[in-house]
């Protein structure tokens, strides 16, 4: 069985790359949307043994246990990479062998999506990652153990977790799974999810401030094609 690491900030600091579309009040919002509708998918998900949402912020702590996620209370806010790792040594205390771990930014994972991800690769290895869609990031790691990869979160964190994998010899699987891969830091991104239509909560945020009537005005090629 696997355990899920979410690392979540608080939401009032949330989401800074969107502030030339969104006010603080409305990327809060969105923030808390995205978080209910990531953790909606892994409590539906299939084969998982626990989720755990990495904070120290009260609020999101209410969101994750409202979605029966268990909250790893961090002791002080640093980056996510940290929060991640503190979510693997919760996972080492505790004996658990494989770990997945995600932003709480993804509003159109499903629990079809975290399934894939939970699957077991075959041949056995032990890391596989799926990137962000423009292969720059990384959106989510099944590590067995969870501490055979060292974690580099952040800009280009792809190519350096291949990097860190093949330094020291261990095998990886790259998964590409659309849904999993859009998650919202740029406006562009935003328009993105926003023309998938897909009901969801952050589908309602979008649409109860108003802020779906803004992305009309950005350009995104093919950007209801993104799931075809």
């Given at each position: 069985?696997t355990?899920?690491?979410?690392?979540?900030?608080?939401?009032?600091?949330?989401?800074?790359?969107?502030?030339?579309?969104?006010?603080?009040?409305?990327?809060?919002?969105?923030?808390?949307?995205?978080?209910?509708?990531?953790?909606t998918?892994?409590?539906?998900?299939?084969g998982?043994?626990?989720?755990?949402?990495?904070?120290?912020?009260?609020?999101?702590?209410e969101?994750?246990?409202?979605?029966?996620?268990?909250?790893?209370w961090?002791?002080?806010?640093?980056?996510?990479?940290?929060?991640?790792?503190?979510?693997?040594?919760?996972?080492?205390?505790?004996?658990?062998?494989?770990?997945?771990?995600?932003?709480?930014?993804?509003?159109?994972?499903?629990?079809?999506?975290?399934?894939?991800?939970?699957?077991?690769?075959?041949?056995?290895?032990?890391?596989?990652?799926?990137?962000?869609?423009?292969?720059?990031?990384?959106?989510?790691?099944?590590?067995?153990?969870?501490?055979?990869?060292?974690?580099?979160?952040?800009?280009?964190?792809?190519?350096?977790?291949?990097?860190?994998?093949?330094?020291?010899?261990?095998?990886?699987?790259?998964?590409?799974?659309?849904?999993?891969?859009?998650?919202?830091?740029?406006?562009?991104?935003?328009?993105?999810?926003?023309?998938?239509?897909?009901?969801?909560?952050?589908?309602?945020?979008?649409?109860?401030?108003?802020?779906?009537?803004?992305?009309?005005?950005?350009?995104?090629?093919?950007?209801?094609?993104?799931?075809?």
């Amino acid at each position: 069985m696997t355990y899920a690491v979410i690392p979540a900030k608080d939401f009032t600091g949330a989401k800074q790359r969107l502030s030339g579309l969104l006010q603080p009040s409305e990327r809060a919002r969105l923030a808390q949307a995205m978080l209910s509708d990531t953790l909606t998918a892994c409590a539906q998900a299939r084969g998982m043994q626990g989720v755990g949402v990495v904070t120290c912020n009260q609020q999101v702590a209410e969101v994750a246990e409202a979605f029966g996620a268990e909250v790893l209370w961090e002791p002080q806010a640093h980056g996510h990479t940290e929060a991640v790792t503190f979510g693997v040594q919760v996972c080492l205390e505790r004996g658990i062998p494989v770990m997945l771990t995600m932003p709480g930014d993804l509003p159109l994972l499903t629990a079809t999506d975290v399934e894939t991800i939970l699957r077991a690769p075959v041949p056995p290895v032990p890391v596989v990652l799926v990137p962000n869609r423009d292969d720059m990031g990384t959106n989510a790691l099944r590590l067995s153990p969870p501490d055979c990869l060292p974690l580099a979160f952040g800009h280009d964190s792809f190519t350096r977790h291949m990097a860190l994998a093949a330094e020291r010899h261990l095998a990886i699987e790259v998964r590409r799974i659309p849904r999993l891969a859009l998650d919202i830091d740029e406006p562009e991104d935003l328009a993105l999810f926003a023309a998938q239509q897909l009901p969801c909560h952050s589908l309602h945020v979008l649409t109860e401030l108003g802020i779906l009537a803004r992305l009309q005005t950005l350009h995104i090629p093919s950007a209801r094609e993104y799931l075809a």
